[in-house]
């Protein structure tokens, strides 16, 4: 149930039941944790007030914890609070966090954090009681690195304001036509050559460049920090090599991937390249195979991003090497093509336990078995791909996408690729539409999706993100006959003061 005095949490619980009274934490309250649920008190200790000037300690789970205490534990009884499902109990006497599994806690906690606000001398907490678990498994946000480059204490940054609000899958766009930003042992010229672009469009005038070199990339180590860090705090960082198009940077290290063989250069500009891999030569797999052996050694995630968008194909049509491959594989022409491309890499991904994920443009000539399709062209592929039996997690950019402008009036607002994507449009979002009601299922979760041609610095990203990303949180989250926008607005306001105190520099909101 939900009413007037519902705490201001978002996205919004599943249940919600309040009561008169506070929960204060002082210096004396304990925080106790069982053997599962320390990482995540170990957290929590780090946004409760502190004690003496340093972060409350964390103490073993007994029977006999005394009143006054915040414990977490896991209980693999309650089924009812499924992979990712939390209760918390807040009385007088003490706060109890409770979850079938480790991240059901965290997230609990994460709504602990949300009550406690801007972290003080001392806090109270209100009288309340949660059941709450996600409607959707999927709860994405995407950063492109590739355009603009930025460093991994910002992506720690942008990966707690995640978890605070229960988006569990960072989507990490790591390369494309104008930067390659992984390092790869067995390919060192994808970093020294194709981390690096001459120059870059100016905002106002994409005709024009700004003549000043753009470069940067993540080391295994770094990367392996990134997905560590992400890990503790409940999310899965998916990796995205993009293929066969966008991928000029990688031709520019390695001319031999391309139809051409040679002339190929980091990507200045922006907009689509003709400039792809080639799928009638056998070193092109040997080498998308030689760097995602890396790729799956540094990301454990189940899932693993191929782009597969925006693939022009005038340049297969030239190649008799493409020509060859499509009569050797009695395929019907180049879009077939690309299809064969997408099933033979989701085969070996599938001979190596993980499932390829592509832009809805994998749909094109016929999907992979087994592949989960992200729909950005509106929702129509997505349904498409859900009638036909595939996974989907919803992206359009009627609703999901960030780098759209945020205000009609585009000359009060900083730099954006064009478009116009209120907060309230944001919130209005349904993933699942009416045609897809039999298929239900097959929407296993949405993404919000920040592109950076003209987002070059870590506070336009924040401002771009927030507070729409609070909006998609409670549109993955929270099940759609809760939602209200009156309600979130109402909520939204006290979320102000938290976000002020984490340093978010957001774009401000009415109501």
């Known amino acids: 149930m939900h009413g007037m005095n519902t705490p201001a949490i978002v996205p919004l619980p599943v249940a919600v039941d309040t009561a008169s009274g506070t929960m204060p934490i002082t210096a004396d309250t304990a925080l106790r944790a069982d053997r599962d649920s320390a990482a995540a008190a170990r957290l929590l200790a780090g946004w409760l007030p502190p004690v ?11 029977p006999s914890a005394r009143a006054g205490s915040i414990t977490l534990t896991t209980d693999a009884a309650r089924a009812d609070l499924r992979d990712e499902g939390y209760a918390l109990s807040v009385t007088p006497r003490g706060a109890t966090v409770t979850g079938a599994t480790q991240r059901g806690v965290l997230w609990g906690t994460q709504t602990l954090r949300q009550l406690v606000g801007p972290r003080e001398r001392a806090a109270t907490l209100p009288v309340v009681e949660i059941v709450d678990r996600p409607r959707f498994r999927w709860r994405g946000l995407h950063l492109d690195v590739a ?7 910002f992506i720690e940054r942008l990966l707690d304001l995640m978890a605070l609000y229960k988006l569990n899958t960072f989507h990490w766009h790591l390369t494309d036509d104008q930067g390659w930003r992984i390092e790869i042992r067995s390919r060192p010229r994808l970093t020294e050559v194709g981390a690096r672009r001459a120059a870059t469009p100016l905002p106002h005038d994409r005709t024009r460049s ?3 070199p753009c470069a940067g990339h993540y080391t295994r180590e770094e990367v392996r920090r990134v997905v560590a860090y992400a890990a503790e705090r409940g999310v899965t960082v998916v990796p995205e090599i993009e293929m066969p198009g966008h991928s000029q940077a990688a031709l520019a290290s390695y001319p031999e991937l391309g139809c051409t063989g040679s002339g190929y250069e980091v990507a200045t500009t922006w907009g689509i390249k003709n400039d792809v891999l080639c799928a009638g030569r056998e070193t092109t797999f040997a080498f998308l195979e030689e760097v995602l052996e890396e790729v799956l050694e540094l990301f454990p995630s ?8 925006e ?14 491959r499509i009569a050797h594989e009695q395929l019907a022409g180049e879009d077939e093509l690309q299809s064969w ?21 994998i749909l094109e000539g016929g999907l992979a078995p087994g592949a989960t399709v992200m729909s950005w062209r509106g929702s129509a592929g997505g349904v498409a791909a859900a009638r036909a039996g595939h996974d989907v997690v919803m992206s359009p950019n009627t609703h999901c996408y960030f780098d759209y402008y945020q205000s009609e009036d585009t000359a009060a607002e900083p730099p954006a690729i064009g478009g116009h994507l209120p907060l309230e449009r944001v919130y209005s979002f349904e993933p699942v539409p009416p045609a897809l009601a039999a298929h239900a299922g097959r929407v296993i979760g949405v993404q919000g999706n920040i592109w950076t041609e003209y987002i070059p610095g870590e506070s ?17 989250w929270t099940p759609a006959e809760l939602r209200s926008p009156a309600g979130f607005h109402e909520r939204l306001a006290a979320h102000r003061p938290l976000l002020d105190a984490l340093g978010v520099h957001y774009r401000p909101w009415s109501r």
């Open 52 to 62: 003496d000037g340093q972060p409350r300690p964390v103490s073993a789970l007994r």
């Open 147 to 153: 355009r603009h480059f930025f460093p991994v204490p």
């Open 210 to 212: 700004d003549g000043t």
């Open 302 to 309: 189940p899932y693993i991003h191929v782009g597969g968008d």
């Open 311 to 324: 693939c022009p194909k005038q340049a297969w049509r030239a190649c008799a090497h493409c020509r060859a």
């Open 341 to 361: 491309f997408m099933r033979r890499m989701s085969g070996w991904l599938a001979d190596r336990g993980r499932h390829l994920v592509g832009w809805d443009e």
């Open 460 to 476: 336009h990203v924040q401002y771009m993100a927030f507070p729409r990303a609070l909006a998609l949180a409670e549109v993955a």
